[in-house]
């Protein structure tokens, strides 16, 4: 930072120096114009140990309003789930290592990206892959059902050949998710759980 007195045009974080205003005791000021628009009078020696940088607006920025909306909860549950460390359930989340990216750090750029696609207040937000963390492209707005079948934890059978989970034999072969889990209770092999209801 210069150290002479003289410093109309020099930029100190948000602010230029336009010109000078006069003394304040024994310290020189100086008159600002902030990148917000608003003209601020600074002493010279707080703009020299960049000690001051702004008018002021950096210290109460104008808030998004929503703080109490549902979409704001949406944002702030998703970084206690990868954050808080009493997060009931924090060994599915920050266990695994999950996180939230960098863009959605603010409330702001998440809000966007939610109305621009999809968000609804019915709707929840869910990672399309488990094992990623929360960014604009693993994350969308589905239902609660939908969110409920994507969860890790969904028990996988293996029949013909092929693995998936419950719910999605029992959306190909026509059969009651219930009736399947039913069946596997009662200790009946896989093969003949998935087999149709016999009348």
Excluded at 44 to 69: E, F, I, V, Y
Excluded at 138 to 161: D, I, L, W
Excluded at 171 to 187: F, K, M, Q, V, Y
């Amino acid at each position: 930072m210069p150290t002479t007195t003289y410093m109309v045009g020099l930029r100190v974080g948000m602010l230029t120096v336009i010109k000078r205003v006069g003394p304040k005791g024994k310290s020189i000021q100086w008159l600002c114009r902030c990148d917000c628009g608003r003209e601020h009078t600074v002493l010279g020696h707080n703009l020299r140990n960049g000690s001051t940088t702004s008018c002021g607006c950096q210290a109460h920025p104008k808030t998004h309003g929503m703080t109490g909306s549902r979409l704001y909860q949406v944002w702030a549950s998703m970084h206690a789930r990868c954050n808080s460390p009493s997060y009931h359930a924090r060994k599915h989340y920050a266990g695994k290592k999950i996180t939230v990216c960098a863009e959605w750090q603010k409330f702001e750029p998440f809000r966007d990206w939610a109305l621009a696609n999809g968000y609804d207040d019915e709707l929840t937000l869910d990672r399309k892959e488990n094992n990623k963390g929360y960014e604009p492209n693993n994350c969308r707005f589905v239902t609660h059902a939908e969110q409920q079948r994507n969860k890790s934890n969904h028990t996988m059978r293996t029949h013909r050949g092929r693995t998936q989970p419950l719910y999605r034999w029992s959306e190909e072969l026509s059969l009651h998710e219930a009736t399947i889990c039913n069946r596997l209770a009662r200790g009946w092999p896989v093969e003949r759980a998935l087999s149709p209801v016999r009348r």
